[in-house]
């Protein structure tokens, strides 16, 4: 059986391995070139050396990664907090509860420039009392951003959450009912240990998604007060279409970005693995 499926192996992988180097594996090798050159077109790039990623390391990148890290931080402990809170109060067994998850869920379905644009409405009408608006201080923006991910992303961690919160044999809780074990030492030493795999999930989900985040910035601050509240993808896509020439020196940020978000994506996925290990 294994040696007439192993025939015809090449037959299923061939269309997707086609589909990876044409959409993935070949613009990324063209883009770290094109990182290394002078370019407006693609047929017209003349490669210069680390020009572009000398001017790369501005002023406006430096602040925009740190801007990023600091709200990546931020939006991991306060999206995956608030979705485990959720999710163990959505598993106690009450009426009503697959009403409330697809509730929480339904905001994760609406587009990032869309979603924008209603917060934008919703925090321009609360700070307009206050003679100002989000575009007034790079903290509003933040803060702004900050509770449009966390309304976006809560109710899909969620849902992760409540699945590996079912997963919980009940034997054990009930096991540690019996010990005498308090709620702080049964979420301590049953509950968490044994939702490691969903935590491991959400964080790479979180981060990854945060880190990247693009739609949502462009509609809500449009990187206003001059690109101070501006994330790296936003940074990036400025500098690319900023004017003619800076092409290469966005490609050279673009690159960047690409090997600072893998670094981080795969340092996570080694800690948080290892602590499933732990356990």
Same mark, same amino acid.
């Given at each position: ?65 740190? *801007? ?18 959720? !999710? ?28 924008? *644009? ?20 790079? !903290? ?11 309304? #976006? ?7 992760? *959450?409540?699945? @590996?919160? #079912? ?65 790296? !993808? ?6 690319? *279409? ?19 978000? @893998?670094?981080?994506?795969?340092? #996570? ?11």
């Amino acid at each position: 059986m294994y040696k007439r499926f192993s025939r015809y192996f090449p037959i299923f992988v061939l269309p997707i391995l086609a589909a990876f180097i044409i959409s993935f594996a070949v613009p990324f090798v063209m883009g770290i070139y094109l990182s290394f050159c002078d370019f407006t077109t693609v047929s017209d790039a003349r490669f210069i050396g680390l020009e572009n990623y000398k001017e790369a390391f501005g002023e406006s990148f430096t602040h925009s990664l740190w *801007y990023t890290a600091l709200f990546s931080l931020a939006s991991v402990i306060t999206v995956n907090l608030a979705a485990f809170f959720l !999710a163990r109060l959505l598993t106690r067994g009450f009426k009503g509860t697959n009403f409330f998850r697809t509730v929480f869920f339904m905001p994760n379905l609406i587009g990032g420039i869309v979603l924008g *644009y209603i917060w934008q409405i919703i925090i321009n009408g609360i700070l307009r009392y206050y003679g100002v608006d989000i575009t007034f201080y790079e !903290a509003y923006g933040f803060l702004g951003l900050l509770v449009l991910t966390n309304w #976006q992303l809560i109710g899909y961690m969620m849902i992760i *959450y409540v699945a @590996g919160l #079912q997963n919980i044999p009940g034997e054990l809780r009930e096991a540690a009912a019996i010990d005498g074990a308090t709620a702080s030492m049964e979420l301590k030493h049953i509950t968490l240990p044994l939702v490691m795999p969903s935590i491991t999930v959400c964080t790479f989900l979180t981060l990854t998604n945060t880190f990247k985040l693009f739609d949502q910035n462009l509609a809500l601050t449009a990187g206003a007060p001059n690109r101070r509240s501006a994330m790296l !993808a936003l940074d990036i896509y400025n500098t690319f *279409y900023g004017g003619v020439g800076s092409e290469g020196v966005g490609q050279a940020k673009a690159v960047i970005f690409t090997l600072i978000l @893998g670094a981080i994506a795969l340092l #996570q996925l080694y800690l948080t693995k290892r602590r499933e290990r732990d356990v």
